[in-house]
């Protein structure tokens, strides 16, 4: 049984800068070879970022963690479907984002969130894809990436806190918008996030 889910916050990093100071968690993403490496690059850069202070997260592939003693906590990100910039502006069509439909899964079991998500790239693809099909084409797998990665970040804090709640505020909102997801990260401390987007 999974949920839908999707996003992070003030709160959230204020929760993790108290219960767990000095907290490591490894990521483990599957199914990396979904990206390029800079979408990667961004994904892991973006989630860490909203995560600090609190968190401090090692990024491995499943293959690297093979055979690795691990003590920190554990999350399996997976990603799904096609997870980077895809297609020209001739061959584009206008995306249709059935109601509801979700950007990230955190699976729960018995009531219980279980360290595992999966990262639904399309359904991402087609909330962000017309606000990028327009940058630059250097630019693409940064934005991409830094959207898949406030998903990414969304769902570890679902898993982190071992809740499905949400907030009313940053990205542990139950719902995000494209500008939301592609805004620049706050560089100052990152504790911030832009509350004016609210539905
Ligand atoms: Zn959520």
Not at 18 to 36: E, F, N, Q, R, Y
Not at 66 to 84: P, Q
Not at 178 to 196: C, F, G
Request: glycine residues 8%.
């Amino acid at each position: 049984m999974s949920r839908s889910a999707l996003l992070l916050s003030v709160l959230v990093v204020a929760l993790f800068a108290k219960s767990a100071p000095a907290s490591g968690l490894v990521a483990v993403l599957v199914g990396s070879d979904h990206a390029t490496p800079a979408v990667l690059e961004a994904i892991e850069r973006t989630a860490q970022a909203a995560l600090a202070p609190g968190i401090s997260v090692t990024w491995k592939t499943s293959s690297e963690l093979e055979g690795t003693a691990v003590s920190a906590d554990v999350a399996i990100i997976r990603l799904r479907g096609e997870c980077h910039p895809r297609g020209g502006l001739q061959s584009w069509s206008p995306p249709s984002i059935a109601d509801g439909k979700p950007m990230g899964q955190t699976h729960i079991s018995d009531g219980h969130v279980l360290p595992i998500a999966d990262i639904l790239c399309d359904t991402v693809w087609d909330l962000v894809g017309p606000d990028i099909r327009g940058a630059a084409a250097r630019d693409r797998d940064e934005l991409l990436g830094r959207a898949l990665g406030r998903v990414v970040a969304h769902e570890l804090y679902h898993i982190m806190l071992r809740t499905t709640a949400h907030t009313q505020e940053g990205f542990t909102r139950p719902n995000l918008r494209s500008a939301d997801l592609l805004s620049e990260p706050d560089t100052s401390d990152n504790l911030e996030q832009p509350l004016d987007s609210g539905r």
